[in-house]
């Protein structure tokens, strides 16, 4: 069964770093499609951050330049960068993975910019 562990989210001042990382396992992870989502309080779970299986990434306007994600095949990992982190980033970010029409979520972890 596929399960997918977030790590390494918490409370950091407004222009900190964080870095999430997502444990895969029981899956053949090179063959899916990687992303981040978050949800803030209030609104919607929104893209992040993704990267597809051969390379090419694509992030929300809101992040581009301050975050960056990047997947470890042979570990199958996922990481998320976060730079310059604002306190409107706040929110609980989620890890996905899809291949076709399957896809899988995990649990989640709380990022908190704020001072």
């Known amino acids: 069964q596929v399960q997918l562990v977030e790590s390494g989210g918490g409370l950091v001042q407004p222009g900190g770093s964080l870095r999430l990382s997502c444990t895969v396992s029981?899956?053949?992870?090179?063959?899916?499609?990687v992303g981040w989502y978050r949800q803030a309080p209030g609104k919607q779970r929104d893209l992040v951050a993704s990267?597809?299986?051969?390379?090419?990434?694509n992030y929300a306007d809101s992040v581009k330049g301050r975050f960056t994600i990047s997947r470890v095949n042979v570990k199958g990992t996922v990481y998320l960068q976060m730079n310059s982190l604002k306190p409107e980033d706040t929110a609980v970010y989620y890890c996905n993975i899809r291949r076709a029409a399957r896809e899988y979520w995990g649990q989640g972890t709380q990022v908190t910019v704020s001072s």
């Open positions: 029981g899956s053949i992870f090179s063959g899916y499609a």
């Open positions: 990267m597809t299986t051969d390379g090419s990434t």
